[in-house]
């Protein structure tokens, strides 16, 4: 907070519960314009707008499901030149990217010098989806550089690796000496992890719904599922196997495909208390405060894991993402189709440039080794190799063309010396 009173900018990578959100609302409150803040779900603008308004707060929001309320208000004070009364804009990557109406009441701001802090939350979604689910993400360093230029840049996440921070950081045009680094350890010894295999669906709801009663029936909880279906499904089921000890009625489901209102309405509940359980895709969760919500379900990102705990009080992480030996191999076998498909066409149309395909051995993306596939049952390499055998079969017919190739026990070329007549070569797959 003292670097970003002096003008400097700050990138911010600490665990939940660290106090990421207070290192840029307490500033806020202390400079004279406007905190413009960027977040990533609908979900995390209402319920920081919620705890911002019960201490006082001004605060609003512009988002694709917002009113015209706060565009109003700040026009007034454009108009009046005079400090608007809020002191905290949240928004999305796509309000501010696609929206000209409110670049034009941003360029109006900027040009009175009524802007002071450009926050972007969950900054770590920049290197994760701005490259293809949500490319205006991408733009934000655009965007600084013409509305936000001279002042400060605020990041924050709580999960970042060497990686993707040098990624966010080129995303936003800005080089290591223009930012400051304040980094800390993710380690939260409170967390308590389980991973469970489940053998089905109906055993999945049972023992889930006893987990519930016998553990956390006085605690919140959120159970992640992988799609808007799944969500629905699981939050009726539970509901049927859970309706005799009245619980039914605590039980709800929240993803993207919901109305805003009715998505509104169901967050408004669950931080209430009225609900217990929510059924969510990741749309819900990140980044959002409840202190007793001591329970997830079927982990998806690191952040989400930790987004729930404040206290220092243990919370009980439960994982039982794979229902059948076979989703382990769907996930092998769509790293080994990408390294095929790489050797297949080693260069990427995509790339728009003549740079070389990297070696597929040291592709982060070939998660393919002897010591995986030893641990597999003879059925399970079977079903794998049978895979590997359609996919090879599927992309003999035209030449592959590699200079070299190191294959560290994940997969050996072996270049025979056939004529140029011959028209493949032939790979041979170490199991």
């Known amino acids: 907070m003292k670097t970003v009173l002096t003008g400097r900018?700050?990138?911010?990578?600490?665990?939940?519960?660290?106090?990421?959100?207070?290192?840029?609302?307490?500033?806020?409150?202390?400079?004279?314009?406007?905190?413009?803040?960027?977040?990533?779900?609908i979900s995390l603008v209402q319920d920081q707008i919620r705890g911002l308004q019960?201490?006082?707060?001004?605060?609003?929001?512009?988002?694709?499901?917002?009113?015209?309320?706060?565009?109003?208000?700040?026009?007034?004070?454009?108009?009046?030149?005079?400090?608007?009364?809020?002191?905290?804009v949240y928004t999305t990557p796509e309000k501010l990217n696609k929206s000209e109406s409110m670049k034009n009441l941003l360029r109006a701001l900027s040009s009175l010098g009524f802007l002071s802090l450009f926050v972007i939350d969950e900054v770590h979604c920049m290197s994760q989806w701005g490259?293809?689910?949500?490319?205006?993400?991408k733009e934000l360093g655009k965007v600084r550089f013409e509305f936000f230029q001279n002042v400060p840049l605020m990041a924050f996440t709580a999960t970042a690796t060497v990686t993707v921070k040098n990624d966010i950081l080129k995303l936003l045009l800005v080089n290591g000496k223009e930012i400051l680094v304040f980094q800390k350890s993710f380690n939260r010894p409170e967390l308590r992890y389980e991973v469970r295999s489940k053998k089905n669906h109906r055993q999945f709801i049972s023992d889930v719904s006893a987990y519930i009663l016998s553990k956390q029936l006085n605690n919140t909880g959120i159970i992640y599922c992988g799609t808007q279906m799944a969500c629905e499904k699981v939050c009726k089921d539970l509901q049927e196997a859970m309706k005799n000890e009245g619980y039914e009625r605590k039980i709800?489901?929240?993803?993207?495909?919901?109305?805003?209102?009715e998505r509104e309405r169901i967050q408004r509940e669950w931080s209430e208390d009225q609900l217990k359980i929510i059924v969510a895709t990741v749309a819900f969760g990140m980044g959002i405060n409840k202190t007793d919500c001591r329970c997830c379900q079927i982990l998806?990102?690191?952040?989400?894991?930790?987004?729930?705990?404040?206290?220092?009080?243990?919370m009980h992480q439960l994982c039982d993402n794979y229902s059948q030996p076979c989703d382990y191999e769907v996930v092998d076998i769509m790293h080994i189709t990408i390294v095929l498909v790489r050797l297949r066409f080693p260069f990427s149309l995509a790339m728009k440039g003549s740079v070389r395909m990297q070696s597929a051995a040291d592709d982060q993306h070939a998660d393919f080794s002897r010591s995986r596939t030893a641990q597999r049952s003879e059925?399970?390499?079977?079903?794998?190799?049978?895979?590997?055998?359609?996919?090879?079969?599927?992309?003999?017919?035209?030449?592959?063309e590699i200079d070299s190739y190191e294959?560290?026990?994940l997969i050996n070329l072996e270049?025979?010396?056939?004529?140029?007549?011959?028209?493949?070569?032939?790979?041979?797959?170490?199991?």
């Not at 709800?252 to 209102?261: R, S, V």
């Open 9 to 41: 900018s700050v990138f911010c990578i600490m665990p939940t519960g660290g106090g990421k959100s207070l290192c840029y609302q307490l500033p806020a409150l202390l400079l004279p314009g406007i905190t413009v803040v960027v977040s990533p779900l």
């Open 54 to 88: 019960e201490v006082g707060v001004e605060v609003g929001a512009m988002t694709g499901s917002s009113g015209g309320e706060v565009p109003s208000a700040l026009w007034n004070s454009v108009r009046t030149r005079q400090f608007p009364r809020l002191k905290l």
């Open 131 to 137: 490259h293809d689910f949500r490319v205006d993400y």
């Open 252 to 261: 709800g489901f929240y993803h993207a495909g919901l109305e805003p209102m």
């Open 300 to 314: 998806k990102y690191f952040s989400e894991v930790f987004n729930r705990d404040f206290c220092g009080v243990p």
């Open 379 to 400: 059925a399970a390499r079977a079903r794998v190799c049978a895979v590997f055998n359609r996919i090879t079969n599927h992309l003999r017919g035209e030449r592959m």
């Open 407 to 409: 294959s560290r026990e």
């Open 415 to 431: 270049n025979s010396t056939r004529s140029e007549n011959e028209k493949d070569k032939e790979v041979c797959i170490e199991k």
